[in-house]
C-alpha cells in the first residue's frame, strides 16, 4: 500500500513538472469550479479565429467568476486540464448560465482543433447538450493536458462561473432549476386565481388590472430565466432575443396601468402619473430600437431594457411613498412590495453587470422579491377592499338614518297640515261668534299660535341636529337598552333635545298624560340598568 502512495504521488509530482502555468489539475470532486484559474481575451472586433488567437496575450481572470457584463463584442476564454488518473475522464465543461447567444468549445486533439456549439441562439439539434445552462461533454485522456477555448457571443450579460462537473450534478443543476421554476409559477398561479375570483366577487376592476400584471410577470421572469428559449422548437431560436426582451416590456406596462389605477394617480398625484407613462414608453421604445437594430443584422445588447426596468420599480416605491403620505394608507402594503421587487431587481442587475458574484442566493433572489411584491400586492389589494367596505358600510347606515330623517319631516308636514286645518276651522267659528265670545275665541287662537310657533321653533332645533340624535345618539340607545321600542326612542330623542312634555305632546299629537306614562315605561325599563332618563341624559 505503501509503495502504491508513493508511486501516486511520483506521479503526481511529474505531472505537475510538466504542466504549464495556469494548468487545472482534474480532481475526484463533483464539480470543480475553475473561473479563477481562465484566462481571457476580448475581440472587440470580433474577426479572430481559433488559429489567430492562439497568438494572442491572454489575461488571467482574478476573481471568482466571469464578471465582464454587456458588451457587443467577442470574448474568449481558454485553460488546460491536466488528467492525472490511468483512465481516461468524461467531464462535462458547464457554464452556470443558460441565456448567451453563441458559445464554442475549442478542444486540441492530435494538434488539431474540434468544436462544440451551444446557446440560446442555436438550434436545439446542434447543441452539445440540451440543459437550463451552456455544457460541453468532453473526454480527458490519461496522464494528459488538454487545451480548451470558449469563444462567447451574446447580447445578453456575460456573467457565469465555469466549471468541470459531472453528470450527476448537472441533472441535479437542472432538476433544482425546473423546482424553482414550478414553485415560483404555482405560487403565481394560487395567489392570481385567488384573487381572480375575489374580484369576479367584489366587482372591482382593479383586480382584474393585478391579475393581467401578475400575468406579465410570470412571463418576465421565465423570459429572464430563459424557459422560453430553452423551449424553443428547431427554426424559431433566431427569436429568441425578442422572446426575452418584449416580456419585461409587458411587464412594465401592465405593473404601470395597475399602479396607476390602484393608487389612483392620474387624480392623487400627477407628477408620479406622468413617471409611470413616461417609464412604460422608455421600455417600450428601448425594446423596439434594440429589436429593429437585430432585425438588421446588428449584434445589440439588452442593458437599456434592464435598465428601463430598473427605473420603473424606483418610480412605484415614489409613487408608493407619495400615495401613503397623502393619507392612502393601503399603499403601505404596495410600498413594501416594490420595495423587495427592487432588492431582487438590483440584485440581479449587479450580478449581471460583474458587481456581484454568480450564485444560487443572487442567482434566485429575483425570483423570491417578485414573489414577495405578488403577494405584498395582494394584501394591498384585501386592505383596499376592507377600506371600501367599511366606507360603503358606513353610506348604507348614514342611508338608512337620512330615510328615516326624512319619514320624521314627512310626519312633521302631516303635522303642520293637520294644525293648518284646525286653524281654519277655528276662524270659520270665530267669524260665525259674536262678543265676548268673539275675544275669548281670538284669546285662546293667539295662545295656540304662541304654542305652535315654539313648537315649530323647536322642530327646527330637532332638524338641525337631526344627524346626531338619530345616528349616534339612537344607536346608542339601541345598543344598550334594546327593549326600548321605536316610539320610546323618539320620544327620547325629543328629551334630548330639552323639549317639554307638552311640546313633545304637541309635536306628536298626543296628551301629555300620553306622554307622561310613556316616559314612566321608559324609567321602568332603565330602572332594569340601574339608571333614569335624566342621568341617562348625563351619560349620553
Known sequence: MKGFYLYFLLSFVFGLSALGQGTIVLTDEEKQTISSEVELFHDSESKLTIEQIQSMSFEKNDYSTINIGYNNAVDWFKFSVYNPNDSDANRIVHLSKYLLDSITLYINKEAQWDSIRTGAHISPDERAFNSYNSCFPVTLASKNTTVFYLKVISSYSRQFDISIVNKEVLTKGDLREASILSLFVGGLLIITIFNFFIGLRVKDNVYFHYILANIATG????????????????????????????????????????????????????????????????????????????????????????YANFSFSIIAIYAGVMALKKGNVHARYYLAGWICSLLGLMAMTLMYTGVLPNNGFTNNFYVIGVLCEVLLLAFALTDRYRTLQKEKDYLEFSLTHKKNDLSRVIIDNRLRQSFKAELIDKLKNIHKSQGETVKRQLGSFIADLNIQFDAD????????????????????????????????????????????????????????????????RINKKLAEEDTSIDELMLDL
Open 219 to 306: 412571463l418576465a421572469v421565465l423570459a429572464i430565466r430563459g424557459y422560453f428559449s430553452f423551449n424553443l422548437p428547431d427554426g424559431l431560436t433566431h427569436w429568441s432575443p425578442y422572446i426575452v426582451a418584449w416580456p419585461t416590456v409587458i411587464y412594465v406596462i401592465a405593473s404601470s396601468n395597475f399602479s396607476i389605477r390602484f393608487l389612483d394617480l392620474r387624480k392623487s398625484h400627477k407628477v408620479s402619473y406622468y413617471l409611470m407613462i413616461a417609464s412604460s414608453l422608455a421600455s417600450f421604445i428601448s425594446a423596439t430600437i434594440v429589436s429593429i437594430l437585430r432585425l438588421y443584422g446588428k449584434q445589440i445588447h439588452h442593458e437599456s431594457v434592464v
Open 457 to 520: 321653533e323647536k322642530r327646527s332645533q330637532l332638524q338641525e341636529n337631526i344627524d346626531q340624535v338619530n345616528s349616534e345618539f339612537e344607536e346608542k340607545l339601541k345598543e344598550r337598552f334594546p327593549k326600548l321600542t321605536k316610539s320610546e326612542i323618539e320620544i327620547m330623542g325629543y328629551i334630548k333635545l330639552k323639549l317639554s312634555t307638552k311640546e313633545i305632546a304637541n309635536i306628536r299629537k298626543v296628551s301629555p298624560t300620553t306622554v307622561k306614562v310613556t316616559k314612566h
